[in-house]
Structures are given as structure tokens and as C-alpha cells.
Nanobody, 123 residues
């Protein structure tokens, strides 16, 4: 079973960039679909990006062209590079994983979750 821990959140002005990291313990990322999800209190959780075990990526329309998901297999770390941030990107961001399934991965449906890292974008 994989345990996930995010880092890299913070406050930034609109137009700025942040890179979130997610380290894994208890297991490597091999064989998992990995992703990032965000949540704003009072709103539904939003899947942002996924990376399947073949390296195929999938993005929500709201972040396509601005966010990039990637993985460093050598140090078992997942990243989310976020550029051109907007105030509406303010949320708690979660790293997530699920044993690889094309359907689950494509629909941002995950089983394992980190504790989250806050991202705040000011105008």
C-alpha cells in the first residue's frame, strides 16, 4: 500500500507559478495511476491531472496548457508544475493514486490520498 505526502504549496500572485511534489512511501509508483485533485470547501472535488503507468497524461480542461504532471521514477516523486496561476486555482491540492485502471485513471478516480497542500492565488 502506498502512502503519499504532498509539499510545495503556498501563496502566489496571479500569473505566477508553483510546483507541487508528492513523495511515496510503502511502495514505489510502479503499476499505479497517479494524479492530482483539488478541493475547495463547499464545492465538489475536481480531478486535475493523471499519469498512467504507460506515461499517458490526462488533464481537466480547466488546467490544460497551464499545469503539467510528471514523475521522477528515480526518487519516487510525482510533480505538478502549475503556471499562469489564477485566483480560481486557490484550493487544497491532493496527490492521489490507484492501482492502474484506464477507466479509473481517465476519470480521476483514486483510492490512495495524501493529506493535501494549500495553494492560494491572489489577484
Amino acid at each position: 500500500q502506498v502512502q503519499l505526502k504532498e509539499s510545495g504549496g503556498g501563496s502566489v500572485q496571479a500569473g505566477g507559478s508553483l510546483r507541487l511534489s508528492c513523495g511515496a512511501s510503502g511502495s514505489t509508483y510502479t503499476g499505479y495511476c497517479l494524479g492530482w485533485v483539488r478541493h475547495v470547501p463547499g464545492k465538489e472535488r475536481e480531478g486535475l491531472a493523471s499519469l498512467d503507468k504507460y506515461g499517458v497524461t490526462n488533464y481537466a480542461d480547466s488546467v490544460k496548457g497551464r499545469f503539467t504532471i510528471s514523475k521522477d521514477a528515480a526518487d519516487n516523486t510525482l510533480y505538478l508544475q502549475m503556471n499562469n496561476l489564477k485566483p480560481e486555482d486557490t484550493a487544497m491540492y491532493y496527490c492521489a493514486a490507484v492501482t492502474h485502471s484506464p477507466m479509473l485513471c481517465g476519470n480521476f478516480e483514486f483510492y490512495y490520498w495524501g493529506q493535501g497542500t494549500q495553494v492560494t492565488v491572489s489577484s
